[in-house]
């Protein structure tokens, strides 16, 4: 029953984390396809350069529900149990939906974005205080740096050892470890233009559609 449940829950998981909240408010309240404005990202940091700071918000706000949702019934349906398996669970659950941010089941696994606000819905539930730290971190970062890819970058590094030192737990470590690694890689045209310092500042729209999916 508990295994059954648990390969349930990822389905449920995925199908959550792949709808795409940027796409989806930008064509109910605008009259653009966020996918060819801008960075061309359906994430929260392209809805809020492209269309204001509302819409970035609630687009920030449905990507971390899409994560914290499914592990919440996660852990409330299957904790309990004895053994480590509804740890292991929870962990599966939690990298399904962010699975599904970055290959959108509806949008034909394509044109995803980069993660980190699903990753950390995910992270609020599994542990709220790897997260505040994390969140300090990055509005530090971001206040330093005016770039929201700096501290979003930031505080995803840190994130897998706040999880580590707070939760103890190898499992949720590997799964912050894994999504860590995706996100960097999907940040990886943000990298480049933070080296070259051509990467736009907090408040900047970003001329043009680039290669950021």
């Known amino acids: ?89 929870t962990a599966l659950v939690a990298f399904s939906a962010f699975s599904g941010h970055l290959f959108p089941l509806y949008l034909k696994f394509k044109t995803g974005g980069k993660g980190v606000a699903t990753a950390f819905g995910c992270f609020l539930i599994i542990s709220p205080p790897a997260v505040l730290l994390t969140l300090i971190l990055f509005v530090v970062v971001v206040k330093v740096t005016r770039r929201v890819s700096a501290g979003s970058l930031a505080a995803t590094a840190f994130l897998v050892p706040a999880v580590w030192l707070i939760t103890g737990s190898a499992v949720f470590s590997v799964c912050a470890l894994l999504m860590a690694v995706m996100i960097f890689l999907r940040h990886g045209d943000n990298i480049k233009r933070l080296l070259s310092g051509t990467e736009p500042a907090l408040g900047e729209k970003q001329p043009g559609l680039t290669a950021e999916k």
């Open 1 to 89: 029953m508990l295994i059954i449940g648990g390969i349930t829950l990822t389905v449920i998981a995925y199908a959550l984390g792949s709808i795409p909240s940027g796409l989806v408010l930008t064509r109910v309240f605008t009259s653009i396809d966020i996918r060819k404005t801008g960075s061309g990202n359906i994430g929260a940091t392209n809805v809020r350069r492209m269309t204001g700071n509302l819409l970035g918000a609630l687009t920030l706000i449905g990507d971390m529900l899409k994560g914290a949702l499914p592990v919440f019934m996660s852990i409330a349906l299957l904790w309990g149990e004895a053994g480590d398996i509804p740890e292991i669970i």
